[in-house]
């Protein structure tokens, strides 16, 4: 998949416009905190994997070098003699070690699944970021257009105030208008000129959010398209059946449902830390003062032969079962037991109040999209009527019935409208944002 900023590179050089699909994959693919969510989700794998080792056989190899004495300890009152030699000897130790858990009365198990547990959890917190991601990527781009569109508005208005300008200019000079007509008209165009420069700057502010919102870092030489929310099918049916939906979908319930769920096997682990573990164990080492091998021909000495069997390195091996219980541990596993609980306890209290956010969210959003598709009708209404005020007052004006308050009213109207109309437009498509995220759907 192409990056976010490579997307817009090209964008640039094409000369095109940035479509919602474009931005919506930009920020799947881009934006840092799913990158986070998603190493955080590898991570939690790997800690379950980690926390599964100590089920599988260990193997450990060692091997010791000592440049050491020979004296033998006694304690006191023993009839042996201590040698006090002060001589120094090398002392070889190579081994092997192997262990494997039999059985722990399930805490290591628990403890595995319980990371199991975790790492789903923060799978489904991987997919809680995308959501997110994609609910900021589409505002922003809403936003941007938006603002794009209030920009074609303040141009409209400047031209029509330059043409309004002229007129006057020309009525003035005729005599048939107050010189004041003309300031006024003058003043008009200047504050339609303030305006587009703020709409155009907003504009691009916007973009540079957008970029933000899609995880890029580049420029913002490039459009918005026009592209608008298609109506979802969630914005007629019941509450109560989109509630259901979303309590199923939202990848934020399932990670506390894993958490939940790992936190029980949590505490049983801790329980079972009250019980012993039962081991397998072998090993093998080699040990003496010498790493060569001999075999010792032609040594007639007692001594010399009773030397050299010293020295050479000699083998064992052993096998067996290990039993451990640690009964007694400063009522420490009790009180992992009550840290499991309460940890659960406020877990299974984030769920019901996540269940309550969700309810809310899914039917403010559903009232959201209502009221934004009758604000839109209205303002539509609106804007047709200050269009149509905006047409008789330049009439009555070029008529002589009219004056310049009057035209300035209806120009101020007519603009407000559009922009009223551009703001409930953008108040929808996000809204259906907002209702799509609420019920976790993509």
Excluded at 82 to 103: E, P, R
Excluded at 114 to 138: C, I, K, N, P, T
Aim: glycine letters at 8%; hydrophobic letters at 45%; zero cysteines.
């Amino acid at each position: 998949m192409m990056s976010g900023a490579a997307l817009v590179l090209l964008l640039v050089v094409e000369g095109r416009t940035l479509t919602l699909d474009e931005v919506v994959r930009a920020a799947e693919s881009n934006q840092p905190l799913v990158h986070q969510s998603h190493a955080d989700a590898t991570a939690g794998e790997a800690r379950a994997d980690r926390a599964r080792a100590p089920l599988l056989p260990e193997v450990k190899l060692q091997a010791e070098y000592q440049r050491t004495t020979g004296n033998r300890e006694h304690k006191p009152g023993s009839a042996t003699n201590v040698l006090n030699a002060t001589g120094t000897y090398n002392w070889f130790d190579l081994g092997v070690t192997g262990s494997w858990v039999l059985w722990d009365f399930g805490q290591t198990r628990n403890r595995w699944h319980a990371a199991e547990a975790s790492a789903r959890g923060l799978a489904f917190d991987a997919g809680a970021a995308r959501l997110r991601a994609v609910l900021d990527a589409r505002a922003a781009y809403f936003r941007a257009r938006a603002h794009k569109t209030l920009v074609a508005v303040a141009r409209e208005a400047l031209a029509n105030q330059e043409r309004h300008l002229a007129q006057v200019d020309g009525f003035v000079t005729a005599g048939a208008r107050p010189a004041i007509d003309l300031a006024q008209a003058r003043a008009g165009r200047a504050n339609a000129r303030v305006q587009l420069i703020d709409a155009e700057n907003a504009y691009a502010s916007a973009r540079a959010e957008l970029n933000q919102a899609m995880g890029v870092a580049g420029p913002i030489d490039y459009d918005v398209g026009d592209e608008s929310f298609a109506a979802v099918d969630a914005e007629t049916q019941p509450v109560a059946t989109l509630v259901d939906e979303a309590l199923r979908a939202r990848p934020e319930r399932a990670a506390l449902d894993a958490q939940i769920a790992g936190q029980q096997l949590a505490r049983r682990a801790a329980r079972a830390g009250y019980g012993p573990t039962l081991s397998l164990i072998a090993g093998a080492s080699d040990q003496g003062t010498d790493l060569t091998r001999t075999s010792g021909i032609g040594l007639t000495s007692a001594a010399n032969r009773r030397a050299y069997n010293a020295s050479q390195l000699a083998w064992n091996y052993f096998g067996g079962v290990r039993l451990e219980w640690s009964f007694l541990q400063g009522l420490a596993t009790s009180a992992e037991i009550r840290e499991a609980d309460a940890l659960l306890a406020s877990l299974r209290a984030r769920r019901d109040a996540l269940e309550q956010q969700i309810w809310v969210a899914v039917e403010q959003a559903q009232l959201g999209v209502r009221a934004a598709q009758e604000a839109v009708s209205a303002s539509g209404e609106v804007l047709a009527a200050t269009r149509e005020r905006l047409t008789l007052a330049e009439g009555r004006y070029q008529a002589g019935a009219g004056n310049a308050i009057e035209l300035g009213d209806a120009q101020l109207a007519a603009v407000s409208s559009a922009a009223q109309k551009v703001g409930a437009e953008y108040r929808l498509a996000t809204a259906r944002a907002q209702l799509l995220f609420a019920l976790g759907r993509r």
